[in-house]
């Protein structure tokens, strides 16, 4: 199910997701939203709508260090508060001495990160990327419309993901996060 686009454009992070609810064949449009934001953080999330209950609602992401590089933060402090608040929200899963969570992107500072169910944590070059069922679709359609406004993109992206998954569905939800989002501590 689902399909998460992210954009960087400048130092704005745009953010858009769909609302399909999927369990095998059966489809339905959820109210609550893909895309929120969490303090200074724009989260999108596929996997499952409880993990991204836990991550709007229970997370608390840990404040940033100053001298602290943003990529090091997210990939200790962030990910390890996500880890902590998976388990303690009874989704993360263990399996042979492995514990999983699931699929998200997050934005902040004007930078876009995709957090993969292994915890693990990706940052493209290419300042784009999306996540779910519809992603392929999505991906295509954000590098053919690199001439149009941000907003724009994300929007042409996700209707071409509705178009061609079965998975992907409006009503849309388009938000964006700015720069120096992070409240840093002295």
């Known amino acids: 199910m689902t399909c998460i686009v992210g954009l960087v454009e400048g130092s704005t992070v745009w953010m858009g997701g769909d609302s399909a609810g999927v369990a095998?064949?059966?489809?339905?449009?959820?109210a609550d939203p893909k895309v929120f934001r969490n303090g200074d953080f724009l989260v999108g999330f596929t996997s499952s709508f409880r993990m991204g209950q836990l991550l709007r609602f229970r997370l608390r992401p840990?404040?940033?260090?100053?001298?602290?590089d943003l990529f090091h933060y997210m990939v200790c402090e962030f990910v390890e508060s996500v880890r902590i608040c998976l388990k303690e929200g009874g989704f993360a899963h263990r399996s042979n001495d492995v514990e999983t969570g699931g699929f998200f992107?997050?934005?902040?500072?004007?930078?876009?990160f995709s957090i993969q169910d292994d915890y693990?944590?990706?940052?493209?070059?290419r300042?784009?990327?999306?996540?779910?069922c519809g992603a392929h679709y999505a991906l295509g359609s954000l590098y053919t419309t690199?001439?149009?406004p941000a907003e724009q993109r994300v929007r042409?992206?996700?209707?071409?993901?509705?178009?061609?998954?079965?998975?992907?569905?409006?009503p849309f939800t388009v938000e964006q996060v700015g720069p120096a989002c992070l409240t840093l501590a002295a």
């Open 120 to 125: 693990q944590v990706s940052e493209f070059s």
């Open 62 to 68: 840990p404040v940033r260090r100053p001298d602290q």
């Open 105 to 112: 992107l997050v934005a902040t500072e004007g930078r876009l």
């Open 156 to 170: 042409l992206a996700l209707e071409t993901a509705e178009h061609f998954s079965g998975g992907v569905r409006a």
């Open 127 to 132: 300042g784009f990327h999306a996540i779910g």
């Open 146 to 148: 690199r001439d149009l």
């Open 24 to 30: 095998g064949l059966d489809i339905s449009l959820r």
